[in-house]
């Protein structure tokens, strides 16, 4: 029988031949990575729950700070201590400061093939590059920093065939807000989604990061694409090599199959408090926002960036509407800089922040007050994510943040255009 | 783990995400124990200090969706929650709470047939009882069973290494 990309790179990890869905199998994890949301508590684990603890390859570990970074209290500057003395003790890779976990390990560290633990939900990402990448807890982290091995039920897959192009003011983000709410918020529970067809190719590595990263919202264990020739150029631009490229099988099994036509998506929204609660961005347009927040995993890479810039330059902020810029990572924010994004957006009256996970996880920066309403291009729109319980999130494409900033309420980016 | 345990339910609708389960700006605080007060509280304010040790929770679909923060099912069984029977759970909570030694149980149809308030009884890997009515469950893998017995992932791998 033939396997899907996802299940070959587990049965590699497995040291199988094939594996099927259902199976549970004991893998060998290529990395391992973990941020400040969880890693005190990993640590504080290893070093008074076990005896004689051990790591098993410290080469394989990644320790990221983004989540609060720099921190905003005396309890998250003492729990980022923790994670950077014990990166330093153990050799760990230690990086702070220098984006959102996801877009750094997509600039160094992924690789095709490879299996990847991370202890934060959106790892799921690293699919854009034919990787699979899965969210765990931190318990499962500290097992695999131990051990370097987990366990996993092979998970079935579903294939999303797309076809067409992405129109002129649509972007992946539209399309992945269209999937989840046709497919809804557990559509993929521990499924993969395999993004394929002619209308995969004409995506770029952001795009397919776009769409990978927000598989967890529609309940998938991962996201995946092949690795093809964007994959592979990505890469070498990056100085990496993959570890495997694999294709799925013609006569590989599939739970379910969808067909996505891209040329007939829609700037939409998804309206608070659930991630599937997907509407055309019409019959939300008009309603007054506080806060405009372009930036996260999800949607803060230059590609975004210029998109925002292209349509705020000569234009401003409208007044008492915050609009926060915030690139993903260092890379991507001095990208922007060069290019000369960044004045436009200060000329306009955007802040800018450092790169970070800012308000899309609720802490640290930009949170937002009783009753206030945010536009986001972050990952979630839950109730009370982005701050007070009575507050409301929407989330739409860089365009439509960027528009909706200019207006003050949220806003078609074709009407300021 | 007990064979067969029955408890007063508490429900709660589909797509109980992390979030509410316990909200990022309470992360920060020192222990589990300082920071279940807070549980659920973006939905019921109230509900972290109406549960007593024993209660079980009847939720819908796709209950724990969201982020992988692990307090969240620590924060449940703090609360002295014994098991969550759900229609379908998200899967990095499920790896969670089984490696925190939470129970969750999967049924499809008890949800729409109970009141909060009620009794259901649990008889591991074969039913729930309510009001009369058996409601068929499956049975976890043996692996999953040793871990959950264990108390966890943590306890799991210590009991491995001889160290308990």
């Known amino acids: 029988m033939g396997m899907t990309i996802a299940e070959k790179i587990i049965a590699a990890a497995a040291g199988v031949d094939s594996v099927k869905p259902g199976d549970i199998h004991t893998v060998e994890l290529d990395r391992l990575m973990s941020n400040d949301g969880t890693t005190h508590l990993t640590v504080d684990m290893y070093r008074n729950k076990l005896k004689h603890p051990h790591i098993k390859d410290t080469k394989k570990l990644v320790f990221i700070v983004d989540h609060n970074v720099p921190s905003d209290n005396p309890k998250t500057a003492a729990s980022q201590k923790k994670m950077r003395d014990f990166a330093k003790e153990n050799q760990i890779d230690f990086w702070e400061g220098k984006g959102v976990c996801h877009q750094v390990m997509m600039e160094n560290y992924v690789r095709p093939g490879e299996l990847i633990f991370g202890a934060d939900s959106h790892t799921c990402s690293y699919g854009a590059l034919g990787a699979f990448?899965?969210?765990?807890?931190?318990?499962?982290?500290l097992y695999g920093m131990v051990t370097g091995t987990s366990w996993v039920l092979v998970p079935e897959t579903v294939k999303f065939n797309l076809i067409g192009r992405l129109p002129e003011g649509v972007?992946?983000?539209d399309l992945i807000l269209t999937i989840i709410g046709e497919i809804g918020a557990n559509g993929c529970n521990y499924q993969v989604m395999e993004f394929t067809g002619e209308g995969a190719k004409t995506l770029s590595i952001s795009d397919r990061m776009v769409l990978c990263n927000m598989a967890v919202e529609a309940g998938a264990k991962t996201g995946i694409f092949e690795a093809d020739e964007k994959a592979l150029e990505y890469l070498k631009e990056h100085g990496r090599e993959p570890k495997a490229v694999y294709k799925s099988d013609p006569d590989a099994v599939y739970a379910r199959e969808y067909t996505f036509d891209l040329s007939?998506?829609?700037p939409v929204a998804a309206k608070p408090d659930f991630v599937d609660n997907v509407v055309p961005v019409e019959e939300v347009a008009g309603l007054p926002i506080d806060e405009a927040f372009l930036?996260?995993?999800n949607n803060g890479r230059i590609e975004d960036l210029r998109v925002g810039a292209e349509l705020i330059k000569g234009r401003k902020v409208a007044d008492k509407v915050r609009f926060l810029v915030v690139p993903a990572s260092l890379t991507v924010y001095r990208q922007a800089l060069k290019e000369g994004l960044i004045d436009i957006f200060m000329e306009a009256g955007a802040i800018v922040m450092n790169p970070n996970c800012s308000v899309c996880w609720g802490s640290c920066q930009g949170v937002i007050g009783e009753n206030e309403v945010l536009i986001s291009t972050g990952t979630r729109n839950f109730k009370g994510r982005a701050g007070h319980p009575s507050s409301k999130v929407y989330l739409g494409s860089a365009a439509t943040v960027t528009a909706s900033a200019i207006a003050g309420k949220i806003a078609l980016a074709g009407e300021i255009r | 783990m007990?064979?067969?345990?029955?408890?007063?339910i508490w429900v709660l609708g589909d797509d109980i995400d992390t979030d509410i389960i316990i909200p990022t700006e309470y992360l920060a605080l020192k222990t589990i124990d300082d920071m279940k007060q807070y549980g659920f509280s973006p939905l019921r304010p109230e509900l972290a200090g109406e549960i007593r040790k024993g209660d079980i929770i009847v939720a819908g679909k796709n209950f724990g969706c969201g982020s992988s923060r692990e307090q969240a099912p620590e924060i449940i069984k703090a609360l002295g929650i014994q098991c969550v029977i759900a229609k379908s759970f998200a899967r990095i909570f499920f790896r969670n709470s089984i490696n925190?030694?939470?129970l969750l149980i999967e049924q499809p149809e008890l949800h729409d047939h109970v009141k909060e308030g009620d009794e259901v009884t649990v008889v591991m890997n074969q039913h729930v009882d309510h009001n009369g009515k058996q409601y068929p469950i499956a049975s976890l893998p043996e692996n999953l069973?040793?871990?959950l017995r264990a108390g966890g992932l943590v306890k799991a791998m210590r009991k491995l290494n001889g160290l308990d």
């Open chain 1, 295 to 297: 930036g996260s995993c």
């Open chain 1, 133 to 141: 990448g899965t969210g765990v807890g931190c318990t499962d982290f």
């Open chain 2, 145 to 147: 069973m040793d871990i």
């Open chain 2, 100 to 102: 925190n030694g939470l």
């Open chain 2, 2 to 8: 007990e064979t067969s345990f029955t408890g007063r």
């Open chain 1, 264 to 266: 007939k998506v829609r």
């Open chain 1, 171 to 173: 972007y992946a983000r």
